[in-house]
Nanobody, 125 residues
Framework: QVQLVESGGGLVQAGGSLRLSCAAS????????MGWFRQAPGKERELVAA????????NYRDSVKGRFTISRDNAKNTLYLQMGSLKPEDTAVYYC??????????????????WGQGTQVTVSS
């Protein structure tokens, strides 16, 4: 089993930045595709960004391209999401996710095998 714990959320003004972290434990996720999802009140959960096990391939939803950067440190078993130029519409609970792709180079994170508990990001206008 893999446990995922997010941190780094909080309240920030529009235009500001935050860095989310996701620490994995239980087993190494070095060979997993990983990603960040978010869910705003009353809306469905949506994929924000995904990264292949090597970090060589990434994918972003259009609304965050150029503002968010996903990265990983396999030595630390940790995933990151650097968020910049934040907008009120980025307000949501952000979830870390992992998919055991057995080292296959892909950014396809669905179906997802493991989820974190989420961290709240609130952007004020």
């Amino acid at each position: 089993q893999v446990q995922l714990v997010e941190s780094g959320g909080g309240l920030v003004q529009a235009g500001g930045s935050l860095r989310l972290s996701c620490a994995a434990s239980g087993r190494t996720v070095s060979w997993y595709t990983m990603g960040w999802f978010r869910q705003a009140p009353g809306k469905e959960r949506e994929l924000v960004a995904a990264i292949s096990w090597s970090g060589a391939s990434t994918n972003y939803r259009d609304s965050v391209k150029g503002r968010f950067t996903i990265s990983r440190d396999n030595a630390k078993n940790t995933l990151y999401l650097q968020m910049g130029s934040l907008k009120p519409e980025d307000t949501a609970v952000y979830y870390c996710a992992a998919r055991d792709t057995r080292g296959f180079e892909t950014v396809l994170i669905i179906p997802t095998d493991y989820w974190g508990q989420g961290t709240q990001v609130t952007v004020s206008s």
